[in-house]
């Protein structure tokens, strides 16, 4: 479902490709099984390689002994952290504005000095089948000193927890992420804390003090994993002049390059990688973890080599999001106007520096309009998995923090939810705690959409037999992202364009980009024939992620159609002697303005390039501003069954301001997706330790995602207030939608049974101790 | 996590004869393991939990394969019979519903083309979501060896978490139900947190018989999933509702009971309060629904 | 103990033949040894569905099959739900809802989904979800899953 907005001063466009439901380009080998993901590359001779990975949380390496598996027939290699190159402090952008410590980096990617997680990779080997490599690990010996470990966020800030570091970098601003080690000469006390900081805006002090009613929660969450269904795998091939090529499947083919040839100590020209069709990434495959080790296998062997991971190193080898602790304090007065807001956040990073506690304190208050605010970060090294982008990364936990307490807030004051929203609702104008103010942002309309829809209109029934049902409603906001992009469209003689881009397709991407193209000359979407570059065939792309692609690849795919445009004016103009200026593309033909007014269709224009001078090539390579926030306002309806204390959500309808919407299925799809992910984190999903750092839970069965049984139809209703900084009005679509499900899942369930729920995952064990709680029985 | 993962290669026989296979049973001893489905070995194999080297594919064995109904001598199902073909089957759906309840829940579809109650069985998880139905329903195991043939009550065959009650050489054949009395009603049921796919955290598998007026229970086993060592019988349970009129009270005392020979853990999958709390409210829900099925509604 | 063991099936209406050890499941052989890389491997454990084939008229998990179990038996992968000029109305259903985003888990759901229409007609929402409960996706959330499967049903009865 759609609903257009009248837009002032952005003329409405009448677009002929745009908005529509073409088929995408790649789906037909995806319905086939002939798409090639990352562990779908055979190569002969090729080895099979295995990762050894550390059996305790926190320990030194004292020696590895690889003798016995190299002498396993069949083995041909063996690698540890002495075959990285050496690092130093050096940063390479990610391109989601995060950075990256190449020496943490490379760490995590091989132990050196100490391992910091169960999981934490420790050697590799290749052999000549996977069981054979799997062998091979066994007989590696490790000697290890085992060290205490500190597993919980609060307890791992505590002067005397076991330090990961021991001269760990201690900032008091959130622009050094990636962390780093203290220069020689600082005595600083060593600390788990790697920063901490604090944004403000006006006197919150004064303010809250000015309140008429102020609510301040705790809130826990715990570790979630992207649960991408494709595992990780890479396949890396040598030649003899030293060049390499890596297949692989990710979320940016030049940051893959980039990171592997920092670690192997290499110029980046000496990889070429190649993408692979990715089986999901969600923020999760945007950094190295198997792509290095492929290399410097294959290289030792002297052979290609593929390495994968299994489940179970999916999750205890590569990034789920942070565990958290965080406190959010609002302060309202009797009429409903927000008018101060604190929030605390301590994020887990795991084993380095890098949670996403800043764009979590960036989010969590910035779907209101507040003059002051004090947000304060916290990110904490801890002996588990380091932590990778997911989904919004930070926006999740803080928002379901912030969310329940609009909740609460809104009964206090016996004021409708939605209208505190939109009595606060941030608008044009409005700052952010960190600084920036809103351009053209459209979560009042989203909020006005919403209030008209039957979903909040229509009453719901409270009792369905023994089981109770509740509403809720919440709120998220995401920034959306940029970065450079590139684009090459080639004109064909049959009147159709290929175009090479270079921005991995999660989610239909790629079928996007060629609308794009498809509208500026146009044509039909299926006559632009659209592919992802590998890294020397296509201009440096930033990673897909950040909500980017459809903003920063889409632009350039316009801009390469524009390029085409250009040179077809041109050509005309030429064959026909005139002055380009009389000549003008409209809609897919060629015009001469005045005189004898001959014209050319694309396809006739196309069909002669070749005898007129030559074929037209279109290019592009961008990085464009002009980013547009994401508002999302979602509605969730659940039926608890108290006595087993299960949450089943029944009904869900998903608002949000996409600006315009490229490809609607597409768009609907990333909201469904999203929203599917957050259920999964506010009923099921979480990360389970034991005592000494293991997970306990590292498989489907126990990791518990969504099923199709568990999930009722999801309606996605895309509303649009172009974004006046991009050609066709673009926002970010993909991650916004993660960020309410879990707030308006607690609301809802707040609402059906009464109790406020305030960690996460809202399972039936914790519904249940809370009902108990409640009525005070206490008792099972 | 260093050689945790090690698959060894192993040997696999896939006999025809019933005979064939007690042999190997027979002379690969405690190093054999019979594979039907493979839902449960296989990935334990793959988390090197036996030290195997040969594996006896059961599913060629005609014995094994048998599902045989007569009113007089009741249900016999073989060891190798996966669900699919219980919760098809017309007879079974009539006579034996509760069988039905169970089958229908162990995994997604795909897993219910190729698992077996006999594997259930024998795999003797303590929350494996056959046996509270097979106990509930007064099964017997009919176990084969070179030594010959014997039974042993589905309450006794499992005798510790993972562990059965075979004996080296030995294998299960079938699995025999009484014929159902008339007035009499079963049901199986467990609690998930999602909706498919989930090992229970508690499950409960109830058999009563009524009088002829159908307001008095005569004879009631309740059995318990998930809440210790091995699924167990609740004996206590059970006779506290023998004589008993149908009624809340009733049922709600027999559940209180019940939670008494219950010991659950707290593990990912669950909580002792949690797991506790749903002993009472599955075995209240399945008495009801069990007497709604005597009652023939 | 690692010699290798001569299987002879049916994939896809074709007669096949390969060795394999007794320890290689189903899903390793196809991909590993037969480079049909359709069938995809999500956790190896029969958790999430991406390795459904459909075996003797039924779907299985390939992981938890050894492929040494399948001689004389009959399967059906991915690689042969279309027919060689035209896509099985669940393929096209599946384009046209745009029931797929990654697409890995796709070819999971579809051997699943034909499976199912191709026993059952007149299913429903419920129906569908209960089925293919053993198919996990995290990029669609399944409402476009279960509207193509119902979509493909339409289609058949035409």
């Not at chain 1, 294959?298 to 593929?306: D, E, F, N």
């Not at chain 1, 750092?693 to 139809?713: A, H, I, K, V």
């Not at chain 2, 097979?134 to 084969?144: D, H, K, T």
Request: proline share 5%.
């Amino acid at each position: 479902m759609i609903r257009k907005l009248d837009d002032k001063g952005i003329s409405k466009a009448n677009y002929k490709v745009i908005g529509t439901r073409p088929i995408r380009h790649d789906g037909l080998d995806k319905v086939t099984g002939q798409a090639k993901y990352s562990a779908d590359i055979n190569l002969p001779g090729m080895l099979y390689g295995k990762v050894l990975r550390s059996p305790h949380a926190h320990a030194r390496i004292r020696n590895i002994d690889a003798g016995k598996a190299l002498a396993l027939k069949g083995v041909s290699a063996v690698i540890t952290s002495a075959d990285f190159s050496i690092q130093s402090d050096k940063v390479i952008d990610l391109g989601e504005g995060a950075m990256v410590n190449t020496g943490f980096l490379s760490q995590n990617v091989m132990a050196k000095e100490k391992v910091l997680y169960k999981g934490h990779a420790v050697a590799a080997v290749a052999a000549e089948s996977m069981h054979l490599a799997e062998e091979a690990l066994a007989l590696i010996d490790v000697d290890y000193d085992v060290l205490s470990p500190v597993f919980d966020v609060r307890e791992a800030m505590k002067p005397g927890a076991p330090l990961l570091h021991e001269r760990l970098y201690h900032s008091s601003t959130p622009f050094i992420r990636p962390g780093g080690l203290k220069d020689d000469s600082d005595n600083s006390p060593g600390s788990n804390i790697a920063s901490h900081f604090v944004f403000e805006l006006g006197n919150p002090k004064n303010a809250f003090a000015e309140a008429d009613i102020i609510v301040e929660r705790e809130f826990q969450t715990k570790p979630v994993h992207q649960g991408y269904i494709e595992p990780h795998a890479a396949t890396a091939i040598w030649n003899r002049d030293g060049k390499a090529t890596l297949w692989c499947s990710s979320q940016g083919q030049f940051t893959m390059r980039d990171q592997s040839a920092v670690l192997l100590g290499i110029a980046t020209s000496n990889i070429r990688v190649i993408p692979l069709e990715i089986g999901g990434g969600f923020g999760g495959k945007t950094l190295v973890y198997l792509e290095p080790i492929a290399l410097l296998l294959a290289k030792k062997a002297g052979r290609p080599v593929k390495v994968t991971m299994s489940r179970k190193e999916v999750f205890e080898g590569t990034g789920p999001t942070s565990g958290s602790f965080m406190r959010v304090k609002l302060g309202a007065n009797n009429d409903g106007k927000l008018v101060a807001a604190e929030g605390v956040l301590a994020y887990e990073a795991g084993a380095f520096p890098g949670s996403p506690v800043n764009p979590g304190v960036q989010c969590m208050f910035a779907s209101y309009d507040l003059k002051d605010v004090r947000v304060e970060g916290y990110d904490v090294v801890v002996n588990k998995q380091k932590v990778a982008a997911y989904r919004a990364p930070g926006s999740p936990g803080s928002c379901f923090a912030v969310e329940t307490v609009i909740d609460e807030l809104a009964e206090k004051l016996n004021i409708d939810p939605l209208e505190l929203r939109e009595k606060n609702g941030a608008k044009e104008g409005t700052r952010r705690v960190s600084g920036p103010v809103f351009g053209k942002i459209g979560y009042l309309e989203t909020i006005k959409i919403a209030k008209s829809h039957p979903h909040y209109i229509e009453p719901i029934k409270r009792n369905a037999g023994s089981k109770v049902r509740g509403r809720g409603i919440a709120s998220g906001f995401w920034f959306n992202g940029s970065g450079p992009a590139c684009a090459i469209a080639n004109v064909h003689s049959d009147g159709t364009v290929s175009l090479i881009e270079g921005s991995p397709d999660i989610g239909g991407s790629r079928a996007m980009a060629a609308m794009c193209v498809a509208e500026v000359l146009g044509l039909a979407a299926e006559d632009v024939h659209p592919s992802v570059g590998d890294t020397d065939s296509i201009g440096y792309t930033s990673n897909t992620g950040g909500s980017s692609v459809a903003f920063k690849t889409g632009w350039a795919s316009y801009e390469a159609a524009q390029d085409i445009k250009r040179q077809l004016i041109e050509r005309a103009a030429r064959i026909w002697d005139v002055d380009p200026g009389q000549v003008e593309m409209d809609n897919g033909t060629l015009n001469e303005k005045s005189g004898t007014r001959r014209q050319f269709t694309f396809k006739n224009l196309a069909a002669v390039l070749l005898s007129t001078g030559g074929p037209i090539v279109g290019k592009a390579a961008v990085d464009p501003a002009g980013v547009g926030g994401a508002f999302a306002l979602h509605i969730a309806d659940v039926e608890v069954d108290p006595e087993t204390g299960k949450v089943d959500v029944i009904r869900y309808t998903a608002f949000q301001d996409v600006g315009t919407a490229v490809h609607p299925s597409y768009v609907e799809g990333q909201i469904q997706g999203g929203v599917a992910q957050g259920i999964g984190w506010a009923l099921n999903e979480e990360y389970v330790f034991s005592e000494d750092g293991t997970m306990l839970n590292s498989s489907f069965l126990d990791y518990r995602m969504p099923t199709s049984l568990d999930l009722p139809m999801i309606e996605a209703v895309i509303v649009e207030v172009p974004n006046p900084g991009h050609p066709f009005g673009v926002r970010g679509v993909g991650e916004v939608p993660i960020v309410p499900p879990m707030a308006a899942i607690a609301n809802a369930v707040y609402d059906a049974i009464g109790v406020r729920i305030r960690r996460l995952p809202i399972n039936p064990p914790t519904v249940l101790e809370a009902i108990w709680a409640k009525d005070g029985s206490g008792r099972g | 996590m260093q050689g945790d993962l090690i698959l060894k290669n192993f040997q696999y026989s896939a006999p025809l004869t019933l005979d064939q296979a007690l042999q190997y049973m027979d002379s690969f001893g405690s190093k054999a393991k019979a594979l039907a489905g493979g839902t449960d070995i296989l990935v334990q194999l793959r988390g090197n939990r036996f030290d195997m080297e040969m594996l006896v594919d059961v599913k060629s064995i005609p014995e094994l394969n048998e599902l045989s109904y007569t009113d007089s001598a009741g249900l016999s199902v073989g060891a190798a019979v996966p669900c699919v073909r219980i919760y098809e089957d017309s007879l079974i759906q009539q006579n034996y519903p509760c069988l039905v309840d169970a089958a229908y829940l162990i995994g997604g579809i795909q897993i219910q083309g190729r698992a077996t109650i006999g594997g259930n069985l024998c795999n003797a998880s303590p929350s494996g979501d056959t046996i509270p139905a097979l106990i509930a329903l007064g099964a017997e195991a009919i176990v084969c060896s070179k030594r010959g043939y014997r039974s042993i009550p589905a309450e006794d065959f499992c005798v510790g978490p993972g562990q059965n009650g075979l004996e080296n050489g030995e294998l299960l054949v079938s699995i025999k139900f009484p014929p159902p009395k008339l007035y009499s009603g079963a049901h199986f049921l467990r609690f998930i947190p999602r909706n498919e796919m989930d090992i229970a955290v508690a499950n409960v598998g109830v058999a009563l018989t009524l009088d002829s007026n159908k307001q008095t229970i005569e004879s009631a086993r309740i059995a318990l999933g998930a809440v210790g060592p091995t699924p167990l019988l609740a004996t206590t349970a059970s006779d506290f509702l023998v004589g008993k009129e149908i009624s809340d009270d009733n049922l709600y005392g027999a559940a209180e009971i019940a939670k008494q020979i219950a010991s659950p853990i707290t593990d990912m999958r669950g909580t002792i309060n949690q797991r506790m709390h749903l002993v009472g409210v599955l075995t209240k829900r399945a008495l009801q629904k069990a007497i709604e099925r005597a009652k023939g509604v | 103990m690692n010699e290798k063991i001569h299987v002879k099936t049916k994939i896809n209406d074709d007669y096949v033949e390969f060795l394999c050890e007794a320890r290689q499941s189903l899903l390793e052989v196809l991909r590993d040894v037969l480079d049909m890389t359709g069938t995809k491997e999500g956790c190896n454990d029969g958790n999430c569905g991406a390795c459904t084939v459909i075996l003797d008229g039924r779907i299985v998990d390939s992981c938890l099959v050894l492929a040494v179990e399948v001689s004389g038996k009959e399967i059906i992968t991915i690689e042969g739900v279309a027919n060689v000029d035209k896509l099985h109305p669940i393929q096209q259903a599946f384009l046209e809802q745009a029931a797929l985003q990654c697409g890995i888990c796709t070819p999971g759901f579809i051997v699943a989904s034909k499976a199912l229409l191709d026993r059952e007609s007149n299913v429903d929402e419920g129906r569908i979800r209960h089925w293919l409960a053993g198919n996990l996706c995290r990029c669609t959330g399944y409402d476009k899953i279960v509207r193509a499967v119902m979509a493909a049903q339409e289609n058949t009865k035409i």
